[in-house]
């Protein structure tokens, strides 16, 4: 549904993304995930039409958004960072709107319009003027207004920033509630958000895609092998020697006991990692029960989606022991090719040989087309003189009041 072929923009000599490459199947809902200036903006913005890309492709439904921007808008929803929402009009006044200069037809507005109010839970809300709207309601107006048309793809860009803990837990369920019917792409620095929204996630960082997966792939592939942690009793070195012994074993080791936790005397902590794709645990197992060595505990490790993101966005090494860490800490001077090393280069089959980069002279101007003006002028010309193009803010109020006035005419 969505397909992003090697995507370049450069801004004066400086690219805000290079070589991004990433699909989005049907009904999936894929978490565009990078840390401030990663590049996730300038992304989406491309992805709805309203920024040309230096170089590469983007399509979606098939429609490519630059040369078939029209075709595509009419098959996307967009949430920009700031939703483009209209504080004079009401919930309801302003859906009717939208959906009017999306081009759903008269005989249906009525049935759209109120299909997004429920979807978005704006019942109670339906008559409230936009202004009187608390952050988390406006936000999910925002969204009203990417679906009202009804589009199979979503384009979401940080749909819960400055939301409250109960919001974004209610932004959430909402986007949640629309993957299947929809396609979507949601933006954002936020990690448990992809993890509790997505199916799958898309790292970027600097401009480039670090990693595609999901959410369990990326936990999983990081760290290699699988790791397990073990409480054994008896003599360290003994215990050493015969883990080491087991076949698919990457690394053991000793960890030292965390402060304030209390082992039992000649009873010790220790981690084994299997080498890449082995399973160890029925191995360690068997070598430790029944045996002289008494095993207390045993529990399976993995990395968590956020020691892979920082991994992946800051090059710091991943290390599970916590002992290690700690004194990796003092030293975290260790240089930047070393670091670079470590990260293993999910991102290599994004790139190609000849990455073709074309610099635009002019930047700023061929970009700052407001939503809904330009959806306007693709439907509806009429509605917005030109000038509101150039200054949007300055003729807001002007273009409402001028369709508050027609919708009066009408009925
Ligand atoms: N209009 C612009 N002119 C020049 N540089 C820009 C422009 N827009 C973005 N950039 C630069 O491009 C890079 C990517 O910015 P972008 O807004 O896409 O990142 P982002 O991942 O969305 O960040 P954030 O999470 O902070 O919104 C940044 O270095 C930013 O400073």
Redesign the pocket.
Known sequence: MIEVENLT?I??S????QDVSFTVEPGEIVGFL????????????ILAGYLPATSGTARIAGYDVHEDSMAVRQRIGYLP?LPPLYPDMTVEGFLYFVSRIKGVPAGDRADKVKSAIERCNLQEKRQVLIRKLSKGFRQRVGIAQAIVHDPPALIL??PTVGLDPRQIIEMRNLIKSLAGSHTIIL???ILPEVSMTCSRITI?NR?KIVATNTPENLEANLVGGTGYELEIEGEQETILERLRLLSGVSLVESVPVSSGVFLPENRGLYRVVSEPGEEIGREIAAALVGSDLGLYEMRRTRASLEEVFLRLTTAEKINLNKAENEAESKTLESSESENQEEVPDLAAQNQTDEPSVIVESE??NQ?EVPDLTAQNQINEPSVVAESELENPEVNESESVTEELEKKEEEG
């Open positions: 923009k801004y004066g400086s690219p805000a993304i990078g840390p401030n200036g990663a590049g996730k903006t300038t992304t989406m913005r960072e860009d940080e933006s954002t620095h970027i401009g930047l700023e970009e």
